[in-house]
């Protein structure tokens, strides 16, 4: 959607920066979330603005100008004392996209969900193949996805540390009040004028079919490199509770 132009902005409204931006992950929850967020009074999006803009989808072969930019501002309309985003889950994982993103926005904040890896590869892998890519792009492109430490790294070095809240899916599903409220103050925003009682959405456990007939050995390699990895993310991320992840932490 880079030459896309922007809808209008309604009258008596104003375009400019995000003040937020959600950049992951693929499958984890994002939508439902970024809905809640939505049921707060002063966040706003104007008609025919979609949840994931997929802006910098397209520059992974071009530069940034300030056309472009501006551009990007458009899409984020709001009305006197409100505020506007986005939230694109492939974002954190596209390596262009947190350099120009940090380029565009440095001012917005930003909002990074993450879940279980196994659960989400199982998850990714199901929805890829719906997509219709083959067994063996869905296999790679779900596990890349869930590696998770190298992609915060690269946000963590081009984005101010106190301009980015990690939740992580677990904790948002089993405790929804606590993390709207936390997400909604490091937002700027009264957690109490939220429209009613947040929407909870459970859990969901369910293995796979696709993610049940991968050879042994090849979950087995999942289930190692993901243990790894959650363990170089926890020395980037100390506060993050990696106990809540324990298909990560098991070796098969």
């Known amino acids: 959607m880079a030459d896309r132009l922007p809808p209008p902005c309604p009258k008596g409204w104003h375009a400019g920066p995000p003040d937020f931006v959600g950049v992951g992950v693929q499958r984890g929850g994002t939508s439902w979330w970024f809905d809640e967020l939505s049921r707060h009074p002063d966040v706003h999006r104007a008609p025919d603005v979609p949840k994931e803009v997929h802006f910098f989808d397209a520059f992974s072969d071009r530069r940034l100008t300030a056309p472009d930019i501006a551009r990007y501002h458009g899409w984020f309309a709001r009305p006197p004392g409100g505020i506007s985003g986005e939230w694109t889950p492939c974002y954190i994982y596209d390596p262009w996209t947190v350099p120009a993103l940090a380029a565009a926005a440095p001012a917005a904040r930003v909002l990074l969900l993450l879940r279980d890896p196994v659960d989400r590869f199982h998850s990714a892998l199901e929805f890829q193949l719906r997509r219709g890519l083959s067994h063996a792009a869905a296999v790679l492109d779900a596990f890349h996805r869930g590696m998770y430490a190298e992609q915060v790294a690269r946000l963590l070095s081009h984005v101010p540390r106190d301009r980015i809240l990690i939740l992580t899916y677990e904790d948002v599903t089993t405790a929804t009040d606590a993390a709207r409220r936390r997400t ?33 050995a090849l979950l087995g390699e999942v289930l190692e490199r993901y243990r790894d990895d959650v363990a170089a993310l926890v020395r980037l991320v100390p506060e993050l509770d990696a106990a809540r992840w324990p298909t990560a932490a098991t070796r098969p």
């Open 184 to 216: 909604a103050e490091f937002l700027g925003l009264d957690p109490a004028r939220f429209d009613g009682e947040p929407r909870a959405r459970r859990p969901r456990n369910r293995r796979a079919k696709a993610a049940e007939q991968l050879p042994d």
